[in-house]
């Protein structure tokens, strides 16, 4: 069964500074992976997808992550970050079906200091 | 820029009654999604439907569930007698086309109260 984890509920970070957000994954075949944010009273917001090819992608607002196969991680990072970065973050695995169901980790909120 | 939507943002209801939640899933998407979150908990895949039948289904997703697309517009998701576990934000999400990995469009959300 495919599960994800995100080991840091909740991170604060200062405008400007670097932000990593964890992500591990567990699932049988090479996955896909996906980067989800959701603002307060928003729906989820696609940052970044992973498929295939270059282990690097890059995403939406300036943010990019890394899949690692041997440590079965997907961590997301932006080099600065802005206020209106203040979210929450949800990592997720989607299975190599027609449906296609995702299943997501528990979620980091970031809070952007001044 | 199309978006999937969602009616109502937030619904009170009675232990017992039922629910319909309604979703209008991007124009010309083949895939449809329902997910759920109870308050402080992951995100959680419900049900997904395509060609106008359950394609898979969740533990989560018993007999007191069920979907519909009643127009070639509308996806909606019934509890036919809700629990006060029922409590939660209900998100729908469309896919455009069965090609793996495709991108899910979520909306955003439904919260749904159950006292």
């Known amino acids: 069964a495919q599960s994800v984890t995100q080991p840091d509920i909740h991170i604060t970070v200062s405008e400007g500074a670097s932000l990593e957000l964890r992500c591990n994954y567990s699932y049988g075949a090479t996955p896909y992976l996906f980067w989800y944010v959701q603002s307060p009273g928003q729906g989820l917001q696609l940052l970044l997808k992973y498929f295939s090819g270059d282990t690097l992608v890059q995403g939406i607002k300036g943010f990019e992550a890394e899949f690692k196969r041997s440590q079965s991680s997907f961590n997301l990072r932006k080099p600065s970050v802005h206020w209106s970065d203040a979210a929450e973050y949800f990592c997720a695995v989607g299975a190599r079906a027609a449906g296609n169901k995702l299943t997501f980790g528990g979620g980091t909120r970031v809070l952007v200091k001044p | 820029e199309p978006e999937v939507t969602q009616t109502p943002s937030h619904q009170v209801t009675q232990m017992g009654q039922e629910v319909i939640l309604r979703c209008v899933p991007i124009?010309?998407?083949?895939?449809f999604y329902w997910y759920r979150q109870i308050l402080g908990q992951k995100v959680e895949f419900l049900v997904s439907f395509y060609n106008n039948e359950i394609s898979e289904k969740s533990e989560i997703f018993d007999d007191q569930f069920s979907v519909e697309r009643p127009d070639g517009s509308n996806f909606t998701l019934k509890i036919r007698s809700t629990k006060l576990e029922d409590s939660a934000m209900y998100f729908c999400?469309?896919?455009?086309?069965?090609?793996?990995?495709?991108?899910?469009?979520f909306g955003p959300g439904t919260r749904l109260t159950v006292l």
């Open positions: 124009s010309n998407h083949l895939y």
């Open positions: 999400a469309s896919k455009p086309t069965q090609e793996l990995g495709n991108e899910q469009f």
